[in-house]
């Protein structure tokens, strides 16, 4: 059986409830992979345990841009 992947971009109090609704499904399990965009990595600790513990698994992506010279410049611009 192929594994399914998912990228999900979605506010945490929407992805509160698709996590646990992806888990009672069994969807959180064997053949499913999942990854979450920077605006959710980035406000995990504002979801419950609850939600941590349907999300485990999970991936999370989140950019970094070190600080330059010429990202200040961009910046100013």
């Known amino acids: 059986m192929p594994t399914r ?3 999900v971009h979605m ?13 009672a499904a ?3 399990s064997r053949g499913y992979a ?6 959710l990595t980035s406000l995990l600790d504002s ?3 609850e939600t941590i513990e349907a ?8 950019g970094y841009i070190p600080r330059s010279n010429e990202l200040h ?3 100013g611009r």
């Open 11 to 23: 506010l945490p109090s929407l992805a509160s409830r698709f996590f646990k609704m992806a888990k």
């Open 55 to 62: 999300m485990q698994g999970v991936i999370g992506v989140k």
């Open 47 to 49: 979801v419950d345990s």
């Open 73 to 75: 410049n961009f910046q």
């Open 34 to 39: 999942w990854i979450v965009a920077d605006a």
């Open 5 to 7: 992947v998912f990228v």
């Open 26 to 28: 069994e969807m959180m």
